[in-house]
């Protein structure tokens, strides 16, 4: 069975930094897109970034710039650097996972429950 568990978040400062990190652990043959998506009270959940088994990654405007997408294909993780924090990045951010569970296996999606992330003085 596929998990996602992230790691790090909590309370920063604005301008401060933090780096949150994705596992996808389980039976699975391959992984492609990896991404980072957030949903803050009251929003819509949005695409904060992706990056794909190769590496190409992709930014939402707001955060291009200040957050740096990675992957270890090794690990089987994903991290989100976060620089330069603003108040609007409060949100919780979901870690999800682009994967075909076996060799002849549709892709699928999975997601993380998400890690808080508040951004206050």
């Known amino acids: 069975q596929v998990q996602l568990v992230e790691s790090g978040g909590g309370l920063v400062q604005p301008g401060g930094s933090v780096r949150l990190s994705c596992a996808v652990s389980?039976?699975?043959?391959?992984?492609?897109?990896m991404g980072w998506y957030r949903q803050a009270p009251g929003k819509e959940r949005e695409l904060v970034a992706t990056?794909?088994?190769?590496?190409?990654?992709n930014y939402v405007d707001s955060v291009k710039g200040r957050f740096t997408i990675s992957r270890d294909n090794v690990k089987n993780t994903v991290d989100l650097q976060m620089n330069s924090l603003k108040l609007e990045d409060t949100a919780r951010y979901y870690c999800?996972?682009?994967?075909?569970?076996?060799?002849?296996?549709?892709?699928?999606?999975?997601w993380g429950q998400g890690t808080l992330v508040t951004v206050s003085s």
């Open positions: 999800r996972a682009v994967l075909r569970p076996g060799s002849l296996s549709s892709y699928l999606e999975y």
């Open positions: 389980g039976s699975f043959f391959s992984i492609s897109t």
């Open positions: 990056i794909t088994s190769g590496g190409s990654t």
